[in-house]
């Protein structure tokens, strides 16, 4: 096929002479559209970013909010949202006060969640906390709750972990593909 029949054939196909001029939005209307556009993806992007965490494969996809005009390169992607179970607490610290402390160890808090009747119910403290995930995560926190030197051990669990080393203490890789070999890449029990 030679370019002139490639070109009366591309001239045949043109929308241009069946279809008419082409048409202009109204402004207001297009205006109006964008604004519904905006709050629509204003809402969306919280509900993804406060969805979280997310995983494909059992591998973690961080979502990091962009600020003013940075550029990609500075945005970091190492802290991430979970929901964060302390039982073995005593009755005494089942309180928001100290929910909100004992998570503070942990990261930063976001939210408590307290049953219907505004106190906790259950075995455990339920708190939403921001972790950087780049370090070791705790396991475990040990605190002298009645201030008589006796120490209780709470124990922490993330809810909807990925990949995560039990051996180092690090998400992202198993305990099966982990590098490390002996006990000198074991976490001290401060970052447990």
């Known amino acids: 096929m030679g370019s002139e029949n490639i070109d009366r054939l591309c001239a045949s196909m043109s929308l241009k002479k069946r279809e008419g001029p082409i048409r202009k939005l109204q402004d207001d209307l297009l205006v109006a559209e964008e604004r519904k556009l905006a709050i629509c993806l204003a809402d969306d992007r919280q509900k993804v970013l406060a969805g979280g965490p997310r995983s494909f494969d059992d591998t973690m996809i961080v979502l990091e909010e962009p600020t003013g005009k940075r550029a990609i ?86 809810e909807r972990l990925p990949n995560f080393c039990f051996k180092l203490g690090l998400l992202g890789h198993t305990v099966h593909g982990c590098s490390e070999t002996g006990d000198g890449g074991l976490p001290t029990d401060q970052d447990l």
Not at 98 to 112: A, C, K, P, Q
């Open 73 to 158: 390169t500075g945005l970091k992607f190492n802290m991430a949202e979970f929901w964060v179970q302390i039982s073995n607490l005593p009755i005494l610290c089942i309180t928001k006060e100290i929910g909100l402390f004992l998570e503070s160890i942990i990261g930063d808090v976001r939210e408590v969640d307290i049953g219907p009747s505004g106190d906790f119910c259950g075995k455990f403290l339920r708190v939403r906390v921001i972790i950087k995930i780049d370090k070791p995560l705790k396991r475990f926190l040990r605190v002298n709750v009645l201030g008589d030197g006796k120490e209780t051990v709470m124990l922490i669990q993330y």
